[in-house]
């Protein structure tokens, strides 16, 4: 009992996460029609964006150690300690959080300088051009990275006080429920970003009018009201939530610069299952596909069909799309 | 001269040339510093991958994002025919033919169900559940992460009933001539020129037409009552085929399989190809394949040591200089290298490297030679092909709401 | 019918016939031309190539930049210039420190981007174009099986970099292949009797195993000793490779009953997985009145580093490690570390190591032919080199060296002072039969 239930909440706890990896994407596609094959390299990029924090907090002082005379060893104490001792200490620790007030600018940015520059000329182009256009970048990102901060992984915890496990089956009076504080909050805080980006586009006027302008450009062109502004601030709110997507990420997977094209398969799998542009559709997929795949990891399941968790994202893949043509939630 | 019989002169002239070029790559490609075997093998052989994959994308504009399996199922059955049954070329390249060709029509016939992206990721998702298994669980056909090998001990029945022997680590053969070095290339070149003159004929013939008309308006095709499925269908085992005898080739010049030849990456790199070289042109995807695997080869292999001696006729701090800004472009920077061609070349090019060429040999004068005006043909190809780009409804996906 | 043969070696001859008659077909020169050469490659003027394989994309691209310092610190060295390194130390010695046989050392790099295919076409890049006479490199089992079995047919000799399944020295052993790193089984007879020591007889363990080669080599080799120590093991479970995340086959180690996890995982794999299991509590339980305990059987520095302070306290083996005090690994880390300001990696010394012994193979044979290369190293016994008394093993190529079982270090006095050395297992510990079931193979003979 205590071994599904572990299952269930493990699936939900990776289908948030595809959930979010996957909703910048499904945004775009959504609103702008561009297939972004860099959308990896932002959800990387916002990885590395705590990495970068980390590292400014945690510049230290440092020590040679002198029983080394072969090259410089040194023994590292952030000035942050030295300075301001617990408080300090406290800060570092928190530089995962701290990064994600950070990343929303710095990923709007980010954003804004892709539509602007890139991807706004790529609108009326066919999708094949795109793909080539935003791999490209998408490689070129990942290079500026790996030449900056190497190939290797790099540690970024999160803060101690959640780092560890929680009991939750103490709660309910089941025994062996343990499960990560951070996997918990990452689950809770996908749902957040859902919702609003949800509200964004569905409460707001600024969302009606980009609906709407996704339905017929001109004449939403014609009453006056400047698009093109519009999608290119929908860009950077999806280069946001891909953003904080990889912040979040960063104590579950320390990252490297290879971590997007990791993903980039399977954000494209769950959007495309749920249905291309639909939020809801990608939630869902997102969750179903976590869940599945939690599943079809137990032993049991894989003493039976030996390799099923190797395949059944996209044995799920096919039979969705064979079932429902436009994946779970799409519409024709 | 009737209009068809001045096309068809002008197609034994462009495959005249097509031949010429290919047979006396091993003379110019050394001017390039390509000029060696194995690259102009992997040339050809990707070269053939991409034309296949040509007459499904670029003549139907159904995005395959799962081709690599083909290949690889072509390299597997290849090396295990090998294995069991001769180490003579010919029957390998059959039966890779046939299975890629059986499993492509099974997988086709799946996915065609589907258009725009829902068929990309049906057939990425077919690649990905073969690349997975291949790796782990599959290991007893594929021999994993290793890779299938043929070994002297293999029972290779018809050899041994013929009385070959064989010794060492076996190599394939064509009746005696080892495939190797040279011999292996000028292999792979004629089967590349057969692939090419098959594909000509293809985009020539109603069957292309066809398919071409199925890319401008596949609802219009289905309302006028032309039941596009079979059509579709045949692009994609045929473009399979492709891509199995490419696998084939593979195994053939280098007799190895290993799984990561169907990993999302490879199926991706034929689509770069194509994409890069020029969608729907009968040159571009050859010369996309041959652009992405120089630069794998050759960029990546240039180190500061190479970059200082070329820079050497420079004053030292000049040569310094030069060596510094160039450096992170080449060796392991030859990513970043690729990835800026692939975004300079959309961006400026939209019909990829042929519609530069078109370009280029429109600003010649005078363009009289035979070279410029079979380019030129080419290049008008292209944009044809772009034109059709513009209306095309399967590959566009609807938009669906973001609700 | 005639009975024809095809054996490697006619093979070979075939292929230069073919090429010397495609060239005056062609009219272009070739590289290797049967008349004016003994065997492939054969250095003729002033200066010997040597073919440095290494990652330089993907995930073991820092590993792999690390393996090219270290080649580029040996060419160095060979050619006499720099301080010498290993060269003041090794012994026997028979290398001059005037390049290989009188002539200059020179290097051409590649790309393997630790995939078979790229790996092969890299190597045959080598060796057909830069006309490379022995290629060296790798960060996996997979590529350096490949490619070594591409050496043998080519006629060239490997010397392989960081490969560490069985495999390459068992039942895929080539005659022209030789690796100096150790592999599985010396992982294994190695940690074992620590294990032991720190944890006891009545462990039950549970295996996460990479589902590949490699994974199922090391889980064979972990379970076999564990097992004899008379521990359990509760569930052995393949896991994808590059699966990212982890926590689904985390889940059910939880209420398994096991109280060791064995994590047969190497890179990105492992640092995911180990992060992962240290942050579902693993290392705080207390199963069957034990403390759990988390095992790495195969360390890297490099990667340790991508774990951060998870890493602190877990056990595991390595090739080598810089902190190492005999004169050997001493003069190594000096010369590495003033070159490029940092100790080297395991990955850096054997490839560094290699290098030294190619050479230092080519003097005692007085040739580059790759027979008289593989006579040379065949049974070599040397010192010096940073692993005590090592000898290359005529039987599979394989070195045999002492193991050194380590432990994420808890107290760093450095950012590299990562690993702590627990214990130095002498060569007679990790030693086994060439022909044991399961790894015995066939060198095949040479080539040239």
């Given at each position: 009992m205590d071994a599904i239930l572990l299952q269930i909440l493990n699936g939900l706890d990776k289908g948030g996460a595809y959930a979010l990896i996957a909703l910048g994407l499904t945004l775009v596609f959504g609103t702008l029609g561009v297939v972004n094959f860099a959308h990896g390299a932002l959800f990387m990029l916002g990885a590395f964006v705590a990495v970068s924090v980390q590292g400014l907090l945690t510049i230290s002082k440092k020590v040679k150690d002198e029983s080394i005379t072969f090259f410089d060893a040194y023994k590292e104490t952030p000035y942050l300690e030295l300075w301001w001792g617990d408080i300090g200490t406290a800060i570092i620790d928190f530089a995962v959080p701290i990064s994600i007030l950070v990343a929303i600018p710095v990923m709007l940015l980010i954003g804004l300088a892709m539509e602007r520059g890139l991807v706004r000329h790529f609108y009326k182009r066919d999708h094949a051009d795109q793909i080539l256009v935003t791999f490209g970048l998408a490689i070129v990102i990942q290079e500026i990275i790996k030449a900056n901060f190497g190939a290797n992984p790099i540690p970024t915890a999160a803060p101690a006080a959640v780092a560890g496990s929680a009991n939750i089956g103490a709660l309910f009076g089941i025994d062996g429920l343990v499960y990560p504080w951070w996997r918990m909050m990452y689950l809770v805080f996908s749902l957040a970003i859902i919702g609003a980006v949800f509200a964004f586009l569905h409460m707001t006027t600024f969302g009606m009018v980009v609906r709407a302008g996704m339905h017929d450009r001109e004449t939403v062109g014609l009453l006056g009201i400047n698009i093109e502004r519009r999608f290119t601030i929908v860009f950077g709110i999806a280069a946001i939530v891909a953003g904080l997507a990889g912040v979040m990420y960063t104590p579950i997977l320390p990252p490297d610069y290879h971590m997007g094209m990791d993903f980039l398969v399977l954000s494209f799998v769950v959007v495309v299952v749920g249905g291309m542009g639909s939020l809801g559709g990608a939630v869902a997929a997102g969750f179903l596909l976590g869940i599945l795949q939690s599943f079809a990891s137990m032993n049991e399941v894989k003493s039976i069909l030996p390799g099923i968790d190797q395949i059944i994202i996209y044995l799920v893949a096919v039979i969705i799309l064979l079932v429902r043509p436009r994946g779970l939630l799409g519409k024709d | 001269m009737s209009v068809k019989e001045s096309s068809r002169a002008r197609d034994t002239m462009i495959l005249a040339i097509f031949s010429v070029v290919v047979l006396t790559a091993p003379l110019w490609a050394k001017l390039i510093g390509a000029g060696y075997p194995d690259l102009l093998q992997k040339f050809a052989i990707f070269g053939l991958f991409a034309i296949g994959y040509n007459i499904l994308f670029g003549l139907?504009?159904?995005?395959?994002?799962?081709h690599a399996a083909f290949l690889g199922i072509g390299s597997y059955t290849t090396v295990w025919s090998f294995k069991l049954l001769s180490m003579n070329v010919l029957p390998a390249v059959f039966f890779a033919i046939l299975l890629s060709g059986l499993f492509a029509a099974a997988i086709g016939f799946i996915s065609l169900r589907r258009t725009g992206i829902y068929f990309s990721i049906l057939t990425l998702a077919f690649a990905q559940m073969s690349y997975n298994l291949a790796y782990s669980v599959l290991t007893p056909i594929t021999?994993?992460?290793?890779g299938l090998r043929v070994l002297s001990d293999d029972p290779m029945v018809l050899d041994k009933a013929l009385g070959v022997e064989v010794e060492g680590s076996p190599l394939g053969t064509l009746f005696g001539l080892t495939m190797t070095g040279w011999s292996a290339f000028y292999f792979c070149a004629v089967v590349l020129i057969l692939g090419f003159w098959v594909s000509l004929k293809i985009f020539r013939s109603p069957f292309g037409m066809k398919l071409l008309a199925i890319k401008s308006n596949q609802t219009r095709m289905e309302y006028t009552g032309f039941n596009t499925r079979p059509y579709l269908l045949s692009a994609f085992v045929i473009s399979g085929m492709y891509a199995g005898l490419a696998g084939s080739l593979m195994a053939v010049t280098d007799p190895l399989a290993g799984a990561e030849r169907m990993q999302w990456t490879a199926s991706g790199e034929v689509v770069l190809m194509t994409i890069l070289g020029g969608v729907g042109t009968l040159f571009g995807p050859i010369l996309g394949a041959a652009t992405i695997k120089y630069f794998e080869q050759i960029f990546s292999a240039i180190n500061d040591q190479v970059l200082s001696s070329t820079f050497d006729f420079l004053p030292e701090l000049l040569n310094q200089f030069m060596v510094t800004i160039t450096s992170p472009f080449v060796g392991e920077g030859w990513h970043l290298t690729l990835g800026v061609l692939f975004m300079v070349i959309i961006i400026f090019m939209p019909g990829g490297l042929m519609e530069g060429i078109g370009r280029l040999i429109r600003l010649l004068p005078g363009r009289r030679g035979m070279a410029a005006q079979q380019t030129q043909y080419d290049a008008d190809v292209t944009i044809e092909a772009n034109a059709d780009n513009q209306t095309t409804t399967p590959e566009k996906v609807e938009k669906g709401d973001a609700s | 019918m005639t009975k024809k043969t095809i054996s490697t070696d006619q093979s070979r001859r075939d292929f230069l016939k073919t090429s010397a008659a495609t060239s005056l077909v062609a009219g272009a020169p070739m590289l290797f031309m049967k008349n004016a050469?003994?065997?492939?490659?054969?250095?003729?003027?002033?200066t010997v190539t040597l073919g440095f394989n290494v990652p330089q994309t993907g995930a073991y691209a820092d590993e792999g930049a690390d393996e090219l310092r270290a080649y580029k610190l040996a060419v160095k060295h060979l050619n006499?210039?720099?301080?010498?390194g290993m060269m003041n130390t090794m012994k026997p010695m028979s290398l001059k420190g005037n390049g290989i046989l009188g002539k200059k050392v020179q290097y051409v790099t590649g790309d393997t981007q630790t995939k078979s295919d790229a790996a092969r076409a890299s190597a045959k890049r080598m060796i057909e174009k830069d006309g490379a006479i022995m290629i060296t490199g790798g960060s996996s089992s997979g590529v350096a099986i490949a490619v070594q079995s591409l050496c043998q047919e080519a006629g060239v000799i490997f010397m392989a970099g960081l490969t560490h399944s069985n495999d390459t020295t068992g039942k895929d052993r080539r005659k022209h292949g030789f690796r100096h790193f150790f592999n599985t089984e010396m992982s294994g007879a190695a940690l074992a009797p620590i294990l032991e020591k720190e944890f006891g007889k009545d462990r039950t363990a549970y295996h996460l195993t990479a589902d590949y080669t490699w994974g199922w080599s090391q889980e064979g080799s972990i379970k076999k000793y564990t097992e004899n120590l008379g521990w359990n093991t509760k569930a052995a479970v393949r896991t994808p490779l590059g699966a990212g995340d982890f926590s689904q086959y985390i889940t059910p180690v939880l209420n398994s009953g096991a109280d060791v996890l064995v994590l047969n995982h190497y890179g990105k794999d492992m640092v995911n997985s180990l992060t992962q299991a240290v942050q579902f509590g693993l290392r705080d339980k207390n199963v069957n009145g034990k403390d759990f305990q988390i095992v790495v059987p195969l360390f890297s520095r490099l990667m340790a580093q991508g774990a951060g302070k998870n890493i602190k306290g877990i056990y595991g083996s390595t090739n080598w490690n810089w902190s190492l005090q005999d004169a050997g690994s001493q003069a190594f880390v000096k010369s590495f570390g003033a070159e490029y300001g940092f100790p080297p990696s395991q990955a850096a010394h054997t490839c560094y190591v290699q290098t030294l012994l190619y050479a230092n193979a080519c003097e005692m044979a007085g040739t580059f032919n790759p027979c008289g290369v593989a006579g040379a190293l065949e049974g070599f016994k040397f010192d010096g080199m940073g692993n005590g008394p090592t000898e290359y093993r005529a039987e599979d190529h394989q070195c045999f060296k002492d193991v050194l079982v380590v432990k994420g270090n808890e107290n760093s006095s450095s950012q590299f002072d990562l690993l702590k050395i627990v214990e130095v297992t002498p060569r007679s510990k990790v030693e086994y039969a060439h022909d044991m079931e399961g790894y015995a193979g066939n060198l095949g003979s040479c080539n040239a």
């Open positions: - | 139907t504009g159904y995005l395959s994002f799962g021999n994993g992460e290793t | 050469h003994a065997y492939v490659n054969e250095p003729k003027g002033g006499g210039e720099g301080d010498g």
